[in-house]
Structures are given as C-alpha cells and as structure tokens.
C-alpha cells in the first residue's frame, strides 16, 4: 500500500492549486484552475464563490486520481483579508468573495478615522485602518443592504476569510472557525490575546453572531466530508499564504524573514512568540499559533510593485521580458517604477512611472536595467524599515520572480543582504503541508527547508550609497509630482 500523502490547498488571487506531498515534503502531484477576478465598479474586487469551491474540488479530485494514496491530512492556505457571507444552512455564498485588492471602502475608512475611537485600531490590531482589510468592507456591505444586516443580527449569516469558508464547505458545515493568521487580517482581533474585540466589533459594526471561532492554526478540529470532498481526512492545519510562506522557508524562530518575489514583494520577519512593536511603517500581525511549533508573530513590509511592475513597464516601452542587469558603472536614468503606487514604508497610492536622468544617450536597455533596478530599491526601502529594530539575521526568498537570477542579483546589490533562495520556489503550499505533517503527529525532515542557492551582493559600498541615493533624490521628486497640490 502507498505511503499516506498531505494534500496542501494553496488557494491565491489568480488561481487555485493542490500539491500533494509525501511524508519528506516531497511532491507527489499537483493540479491548478485558474480563478476570474471581476471588476464591478470603482474600487471593487471580486471572485466568484461558485467558480473559486468548484476549482478548489476539482484540483483535489485531479491530484487523488494521481497519486492514488491514503490521504493523511489536509491544509489550507489562502488570500488573507479576502473574504465573505454565506448561509450556514445551505453553505451558500450570499455574496461574492470580496479580494483583498478590493477598495471600495476607502471613503468609510476615511470617515471612521476620524472618529477617536479608531486609534484604537492600529494599537489594538497592529495594522492600519485600511480599505484592504476585512472589517470595513464589511461594515460597506452591512450598511448598503438592510436585509443583509438583518440576518447578520440574527445569526443567520457566517462570515469568514477562504479556508474559513473551504473548511465549512468540505467538511459539509460540521464548525465554523478561522485561525489567528487570517483572523488578525480582519481590524477586528486584539493581537495580544489573538480573539475577537468588543470595541472594534462596535466601531465597525460588526455583529458577534457572524465571526467564526478562532482555534490554534494547527488545530481546527474538522474533518472533509467524504460526500463533499470524495474522501475523508482531518482538516489538519489552515494559515495565511504568507505566513504558509514564512514556515515554508522554514524561518521558525526570530529574526528570521521570508520574501516573497510574485505580483508584489511581501517581506515577513518571524518576531518571536511575543507581540512586537511595528517600526513606523510596518505592520505587526500573527504568523501562527501551533501546538508543535508554538505562537510566532511577524512583522511584516509590503512592495506593492515586482512581477506586475515589470510587465507595466515592458508594455510602456520602459522594459522588456528579460531586462539586463544594471550597468553599475555608467550614468543612466533613475526609473521609479509605482503602478500600484509605493509601499512600505513610503505608503504613496498614486500610480504613476516617474523616468528622471534620461538623455539622448539612453538606451531601451538602460530604461529596463533601471526599471528593474527601481523595484529592487523598493524592495531595499521596505527591508530597511523592517530591520530598524529588527536586525534580520537570515533572508530566505521564493516565488515565481525568483528564477530571474539578475533581479536577484540587482536586490542583493541595493539592499546589501544575502539572499538564500529556496530550492522549492513556491513555499506557501509546502508551508502550510508542513504545518499539517506536523499536525497529524508527523517530523519534518532534515532537508525541509533546503537552500538551493546564496546571492550575495557584489557592488561596492560606496557605489550602494551613491544608487540609494540617486534613488531617494527621485522617489522625493515622484511623490511630489503625483501628490494633489
């Protein structure tokens, strides 16, 4: 008889995929479905529940026909701060699944803020008062539909993230939980005791009877329902998919982070089992809460612009499918590439592309070489902020923008860290696999979080200085330039 597997739901903004593994953390099998995103109106993002459960199940029953093994345990990792509504009687969806990318909130975001009770927000939750979070999306949707917020009283409605909302599905509606990684993405959870808040509750309006309960990552007590999923097994472990990505480079203890290369930059550092305090600029929030690997907190630095920057830039004539690495020793442009404007810790939204040094010498190669050299400047500002009063010790990176080993380079360079790049670039579904291996009783093997390969920076620091320079000079000129007058 085949060895059990751990089948790992890694469920994103684009698509949605299932890795089976053995029990070295070895892949045995995966499927993909891609997920549509629609755009109903300004601001708004969205996926359809329908479409997103159904890829869900058909990438599970592609993956069991071909590994044909006993299934161990699953895990679920997901889009944090994506969620939505549904009826606990039929486990139907009553809205859509309203992304994390969605924006529709940011004139009730900009009232509530100036109500005094909001600065309890960031001291309470550790992030801001932002549309991109759970909370006041929620409180839009409540407020745009009496009949909605009626039921939601009533305790007639369930609200949760994506593996919330999965594990309800596949386990026929046998409990309605979260867990703290995705439930502190909400604006509603006290970070220091990792449960549900009655003032922010109240600020938001948010009623009780609508939040599932919060249990440790590794532990959310269901099991699938062989009708609904076609087999049975212990819902073993659900987390975020950064969080999945940090324990999936095996960044286990402090001081540790993970990054993240896809869309976007997501920098995560492990901050140890106590609450941390944010430098300005970056978010605090729950990385996990286990029984065999204990609580670890994050800290956590956002780059809004990487993979998506690259294909604006090479679709604008400032870029190409394989930009050359930066000619260090020559003048050329400074490019401040912002189409999903600036992150960490400059937080700037306009999106705009800011092109200063360009002369009649410029090439089409030195306006690529420094749009790529522009986002690995974003990369170093938001490295720089987490390690203000967190010396990083160890930076492990991942994802698709991974593989292009001259932007790997070009951050080495601008950031003046070493970087350790996973030999299994896509470290969400093999994070959240671990935590369920270790969830069912299992020990992760030696070679878990392997390192294919160290880059380390080679420029000068002096020549660092001088480009992190010229860097500041432009963004100060781009954030000037696309601010309101």
């Known amino acids: 008889m085949k060895s059990p597997v751990i089948l790992a739901i890694d469920q994103g903004s684009s698509s949605s995929r299932c890795v089976a593994y053995d029990e070295r953390l070895q892949v045995m099998g995966s499927a993909a479905r891609p997920l549509a995103t629609a755009r109903p109106g300004p601001g708004m993002v969205e996926h359809d529940p329908a479409e997103l459960f159904d890829g869900v199940w058909a990438t599970l029953a592609e993956v069991r026909r071909g590994v044909d093994a006993p299934i161990a345990g699953i895990g679920i990792a997901n889009q944090t701060e994506t969620f939505l509504l549904w009826d606990p009687d039929s486990g139907e969806a009553v809205t859509p699944i309203v992304s994390w990318q969605d924006q529709r909130a ?12 909001a600065e309890r927000v960031a001291a309470v939750t ?18 745009r539909d009496p009949s909605l917020r009626g039921r939601a009283e009533a ?21 309605h939980v979260s867990e703290p990684s995705n439930a502190c993405r909400s604006l509603l959870v006290d970070l220091a005791t990792l449960d549900w808040d009655d003032g922010l509750l109240e600020l938001f309006g948010v009623p009780r009877a609508l939040l599932p ?12 329902s062989g009708a609904v999923a076609g087999f049975e097994a212990p819902v073993a472990a ?25 869309t976007g930059a997501f920098l995560w550092l492990n901050a140890g089992p106590e609450r941390p305090q944010a430098p300005p600029g970056v978010l605090a929030t729950a990385a996990w809460d286990s029984r065999r690997a204990g609580r670890a907190y994050a800290l956590e630095a ?73 986002i690995a400047h974003q990369i170093a500002d938001a490295l720089k902020a987490l390690d203000a009063v967190n010396s990083t ?4 990176v991942g994802g698709g923008l991974a593989r292009n080993r001259e932007f790997l380079q070009t951050v080495a360079d601008l950031s003046g860290f070493p970087l350790e790049v996973a030999a299994d670039l896509e470290a969400t579904a093999r994070g959240i696999a671990a935590m369920a291996t270790l969830a069912i ?25 001088t480009e992190r320079r010229r860097w500041r000079e432009a963004v100060a000129v781009h954030v000037r330039e696309a601010s309101p007058a």
Do not use: Y
């Open 126 to 143: 550790g992030l801001g008062l932002d549309a991109t979070f759970s909370a006041p999306k929620l409180a839009w949707l409540l407020a």
């Open 155 to 175: 305790g007639e409605l369930r609200f949760g993230d994506v593996a919330c909302w999965l594990a309800w599905k596949l386990s026929a509606g046998a409990a």
């Open 106 to 117: 940011g004139d009730l975001c900009a009232r509530l803020a100036e109500d005094p009770a």
């Open 393 to 396: 010790d160890t930076l492990r």
């Open 441 to 465: 009783g299992g020990q992760l093997p030696a070679e878990a979080h392997r390192v294919a390969q160290t880059v380390s920076p080679a420029l000068a620091e002096a020549q660092r200085r």
């Open 302 to 374: 956002f780059c809004a612009n990487a993979g998506n920057a690259l294909a604006v830039l090479a679709r604008v004539g400032l870029g190409s499918d394989a930009p050359p690495a930066p000619d260090w020793g020559r003048e050329r442009p400074v490019v401040v590439p912002a189409p999903a404007g600036l992150g960490t810790p400059h937080w700037h939204p306009a999106d705009r592309i800011t092109v200063l040094g360009a002369s009649s010498a410029t090439t089409p190669d030195d306006l690529a070489a420094a749009g790529m050299a522009g």
């Open 213 to 224: 309960a919060i249990r440790p990552s590794d532990r959310p007590g269901l099991q699938t």
């Open 238 to 262: 659900m987390l975020g998919d950064q969080p999945a990505a940090l324990f999936g480079h095996g960044c286990t203890r402090p001081r540790m982070a993970a990054l993240t290369l896809g």
